[in-house]
């Protein structure tokens, strides 16, 4: 991509958008060193995690397959490169998702939010390096709990180093719990809806994936974690790293469970993690999570502005580009702010007045001022969707009309809609004439019906495809036009409903985990594995239960989990044994910490080391390989774990979306 010359796109929309603002222009490009390239980042296997050169197409003008407003988006995320943000402040900006940072100390450099994998983390370390000086790694710090700000950490920082207290690893308080567990539950099903957020089946080009607004894809390399040392526990708190002076401010529960911002006064520098950036970000993210809470997030800005404005001449985050000057700064967080206060104030005004989500969501539209604002469209996140999750935050699923009470499910309700309307035959007539008249949101409605009643009918699938390709070419929303185009794609059978390889867990914002087959999409890198309690893999084994099929059984499985020792009792101490008991009654599975209650005997006692269970459970190995190994003591049935493990559900990585699941 050029990072110099390049002109704002032919403006090709009744929006107000303001083509007359190219300030972020300049800022995209400011401080520009050097670029890698190519832009081409492979695995030891040779194997190509990134490829921001496969972009290049945006260089071009706008086509009639994009909005001109994410064109625009995708052109100046897409820039890539080695960038000075202020002297002593470096990024490395368009190798993944989210931007590294490099903050220069006495004797090495700090680095910030090490990206998603360890092959591109190497690589924006090695082009800094490159031309910075080979200044060692003094310290790391994770601005929040996201996989695409900490899973890249083994690329630039090797663990020996920060066990034996040589490099601290910083990071919010809770920032462990949640980097662990967020999704952990529900991550199958995250996983397979990330891959229409980010359009990870689709071709990149200007029919195809174009970005997310956010960032433009997501890195498919080696994902890991090493635990933080150093917990930032409370606004206020201060730590001088390498000669570096920074001030902290713990913002957990907005854009992240656990994040915070930083500020470095002797720089003058404001760094806010992922709570501003040059887009409207997700409440509710497209890929499922829980509800983020828009009040939170704008009080939280506020008291940014209290605690740094007066001291701030730049401001930049872990996505897009810096914003200079102290007014400048300024400005962009009360705009900010004031996006998430409007967003949140205006959806319980009109929930209060009587107006469902989707009516909200049709009504809602910020002011002017903040709607000409480049930084508060909608690339990432929508008022659309957003207005929506504050609706359900507030007051759930049932928009309290009784006739929504108890809706048949999709396919019983498709096949009723289509008898009503005449057949399939007279709805596809109907709907090819709406097509026609442009009405495309109703076709995609009315379709769906006929798909998921016929779902082999090839009129239909076509139709429908249609529809959601015209809708994604339309779309200002990169995860809106992505998972319109790869519904259109799936019903093409372009993807058959499955998705490249590679997939990684789906904290934060990407769906993709280990380099495998299939079947390997959704399990979870073996550093974050490591680092859950054995009560969340006990939880995580609950949620996959077969509840009708264990509804008869009776289980009680002992496990005997022993542990070495960790921190600084690592080298002399012993190995620990923590005990679980499982209890499986009337389909439902209860981790306990120790024994059985009332001494109730268990079926099956099963003595193994942690890292034993750990490879189980990534599938590097199994329970039988490692009883006949001797690595794993079974006593009493061995039918009650062979039992067990045939009550456990192995979820569908592919399942379909656009289709009924089992027509």
Same mark, same amino acid.
């Given at each position: *991509?050029?990072?110099?010359?390049?002109?704002?796109?032919?403006?090709? @929309?009744?929006?107000?958008?303001?083509?007359?603002?190219?300030?972020?222009?300049?800022?995209?490009?400011?401080?520009?060193?050097?670029?890698?390239?190519?832009?081409?980042?492979?695995? !030891?296997?040779?194997?190509?995690?990134?490829?921001?050169?496969? $972009?290049?197409?945006?260089?071009?003008?706008?086509?009639?397959?994009?909005?001109?407003?994410?064109?625009?988006?995708?052109?100046?995320?897409?820039?890539?490169?080695? $960038?000075?943000?202020?002297?002593?402040?470096?990024?490395?900006?368009?190798?993944?998702?989210?931007?590294?940072?490099?903050?220069?100390?006495?004797?090495?450099?700090?680095?910030?939010?090490?990206?998603?994998?360890?092959?591109?983390?190497?690589?924006?370390?090695?082009?800094?390096?490159?031309?910075?000086?080979?200044? +060692?790694?003094?310290?790391?710090? $994770?601005?929040?709990?996201?996989?695409?700000?900490?899973?890249?950490?083994?690329?630039?920082?090797?663990?020996?180093?920060?066990?034996?207290?040589?490099?601290?690893?910083?990071?919010?308080?809770?920032?462990?719990?949640?980097?662990?567990?967020?999704?952990?539950?529900?991550?199958?099903?995250?996983?397979?809806?990330?891959?229409?957020?980010?359009?990870?089946?689709?071709?990149?080009?200007?029919?195809?994936?174009?970005?997310?607004?956010?960032?433009?894809?997501?890195?498919?390399?080696?994902?890991?974690?090493?635990?933080?040392?150093?917990?930032?526990?409370?606004?206020?708190?201060?730590?001088?790293?390498?000669?570096?002076?920074?001030?902290?401010?713990?913002?957990?529960?907005?854009?992240?469970?656990?994040?915070?911002?930083?500020?470095?006064?002797?720089?003058?520098?404001?760094?806010?993690?992922?709570?501003?950036?040059?887009?409207?970000?997700?409440?509710?993210?497209?890929?499922?999570?829980?509800?983020?809470?828009?009040?939170?997030?704008?009080?939280?800005?506020?008291?940014?502005?209290?605690?740094?404005?007066? @001291?701030?001449?730049?401001?930049?985050?872990?996505?897009?580009?810096?914003?200079?000057?102290?007014?400048?700064?300024?400005?962009?967080?009360?705009?900010?702010?004031?996006?998430?206060?409007?967003?949140?104030?205006?959806?319980?005004?009109?929930?209060?007045?009587?107006?469902?989500?989707?009516?909200?969501?049709?009504?809602?539209?910020?002011?002017?001022?903040?709607?000409?604002?480049?930084?508060?469209?909608?690339?990432?996140?929508?008022?659309?969707?957003?207005?929506?999750?504050?609706?359900?935050?507030?007051?759930?699923?049932?928009?309290?009309?009784?006739?929504?009470?108890?809706?048949?499910?999709?396919?019983?309700?498709?096949?009723?809609?289509?008898?009503? *309307?005449?057949?399939?035959?007279?709805?596809?007539?109907?709907?090819?004439?709406?097509?026609?008249?442009?009405?495309?949101?109703?076709?995609?409605?009315?379709?769906?019906?006929?798909?998921?009643?016929?779902?082999?009918?090839?009129?239909?699938?076509?139709?429908?495809?249609?529809?959601?390709?015209?809708?994604?070419?339309?779309?200002?929303?990169?995860?809106?036009?992505?998972?319109?185009?790869?519904?259109?794609?799936?019903?093409?059978?372009?993807?058959?409903?499955?998705? !490249?390889?590679?997939?990684?867990?789906?904290?934060?914002?990407?769906?993709?985990?280990?380099?495998?087959?299939?079947?390997?999409?959704?399990?979870?890198?073996?550093?974050?594995?490591?680092?859950?309690?054995?009560?969340?893999?006990?939880?995580?084994?609950?949620?996959?239960?077969?509840?009708?099929?264990?509804?008869?059984?009776?289980?009680?499985?002992?496990?005997?989990?022993?542990?070495?020792?960790?921190?600084?009792?690592?080298?002399?101490?012993?190995? @620990?044994?923590?005990?679980?008991?499982?209890?499986?009654?009337?389909?439902?599975?209860?981790?306990?910490?120790?024994?059985?209650?009332?001494?109730?005997?268990?079926?099956?006692?099963?003595?193994?080391?942690?890292?034993?269970?750990?490879?189980?459970?990534?599938?590097?190995?199994?329970?039988?390989?490692?009883?006949?190994?001797?690595?794993?003591?079974?006593?009493?049935?061995?039918?009650?774990?062979?039992?067990?493990?045939?009550?456990?559900?192995?979820?569908? +990585?592919?399942?379909?979306?656009?289709?009924?699941?089992?027509?």
């Amino acid at each position: *991509m050029s990072t110099a010359d390049d002109s704002e796109p032919t403006a090709r @929309t009744d929006q107000p958008l303001a083509w007359d603002d190219t300030q972020d222009l300049a800022d995209a490009d400011r401080g520009f060193l050097a670029r890698l390239d190519p832009c081409v980042i492979k695995d !030891a296997d040779g194997r190509v995690v990134w490829d921001n050169d496969a $972009y290049a197409f945006l260089a071009g003008d706008c086509p009639p397959t994009a909005h001109p407003s994410l064109w625009r988006q995708s052109r100046l995320v897409a820039r890539q490169g080695l $960038y000075e943000v202020v002297p002593g402040v470096y990024q490395v900006r368009g190798l993944d998702l989210s931007h590294i940072t490099f903050v220069e100390g006495d004797r090495g450099v700090l680095v910030v939010d090490p990206l998603i994998s360890a092959e591109v983390a190497a690589a924006a370390l090695a082009l800094y390096r490159e031309h910075r000086g080979g200044r +060692p790694v003094t310290a790391v710090l $994770y601005t929040h709990s996201h996989i695409d700000h900490f899973g890249g950490v083994r690329g630039v920082v090797d663990e020996a180093d920060v066990a034996g207290g040589r490099i601290p690893v910083i990071a919010p308080a809770g920032f462990l719990a949640h980097a662990v567990s967020e999704n952990v539950f529900t991550g199958p099903a995250m996983s397979r809806r990330a891959d229409y957020m980010y359009g990870t089946t689709l071709p990149k080009g200007p029919a195809g994936q174009i970005g997310c607004g956010l960032g433009q894809t997501t890195s498919r390399g080696s994902v890991g974690l090493i635990a933080p040392t150093l917990d930032i526990t409370e606004t206020g708190q201060q730590e001088v790293i390498d000669g570096i002076r920074l001030v902290f401010q713990l913002t957990p529960g907005t854009e992240a469970p656990a994040e915070m911002n930083f500020h470095l006064p002797d720089l003058r520098v404001l760094c806010v993690a992922e709570n501003a950036c040059h887009t409207l970000h997700n409440v509710l993210t497209l890929r499922g999570a829980l509800v983020r809470d828009p009040s939170a997030w704008a009080r939280y800005l506020t008291e940014t502005l209290r605690l740094f404005a007066d @001291t701030t001449d730049t401001v930049f985050a872990s996505h897009h580009w810096p914003t200079w000057g102290q007014e400048r700064a300024v400005r962009f967080l009360e705009e900010q702010r004031d996006a998430y206060t409007y967003l949140h104030d205006q959806s319980v005004r009109l929930i209060n007045a009587g107006l469902t989500g989707s009516e909200i969501a049709e009504e809602l539209r910020f002011p002017p001022a903040l709607e000409r604002a480049w930084h508060t469209r909608g690339y990432y996140g929508t008022l659309s969707h957003n207005a929506k999750a504050v609706y359900q935050r507030y007051m759930g699923w049932f928009d309290g009309n009784p006739a929504h009470l108890w809706q048949h499910p999709p396919v019983a309700a498709a096949r009723r809609y289509v008898e009503f *309307m005449g057949g399939a035959d007279a709805v596809l007539a109907k709907a090819r004439t709406a097509y026609e008249a442009g009405d495309l949101r109703w076709v995609a409605e009315v379709v769906h019906h006929v798909i998921f009643a016929e779902p082999d009918n090839a009129e239909a699938r076509a139709l429908q495809a249609d529809a959601l390709e015209r809708l994604g070419h339309a779309a200002e929303s990169g995860p809106w036009r992505n998972f319109y185009l790869t519904g259109a794609a799936e019903l093409r059978d372009q993807t058959a409903g499955g998705s !490249a390889p590679g997939g990684r867990i789906p904290g934060g914002h990407s769906a993709e985990a280990a380099p495998a087959a299939q079947e390997g999409r959704t399990r979870i890198p073996p550093d974050l594995l490591a680092a859950l309690t054995p009560e969340q893999i006990f939880q995580s084994m609950a949620v996959r239960i077969n509840g009708p099929r264990a509804g008869d059984q009776r289980l009680l499985l002992r496990w005997d989990l022993t542990a070495p020792p960790t921190g600084t009792d690592a080298a002399g101490g012993s190995a @620990t044994t923590e005990t679980w008991t499982l209890l499986l009654s009337h389909g439902a599975l209860t981790p306990m910490p120790g024994d059985a209650p009332r001494g109730e005997k268990p079926h099956a006692t099963l003595r193994l080391a942690r890292s034993t269970l750990n490879a189980v459970l990534s599938g590097a190995t199994t329970f039988p390989d490692e009883i006949a190994a001797g690595t794993v003591t079974l006593d009493g049935d061995p039918q009650a774990l062979l039992t067990f493990s045939t009550l456990l559900d192995r979820p569908d +990585p592919a399942f379909a979306i656009v289709t009924p699941e089992n027509p």
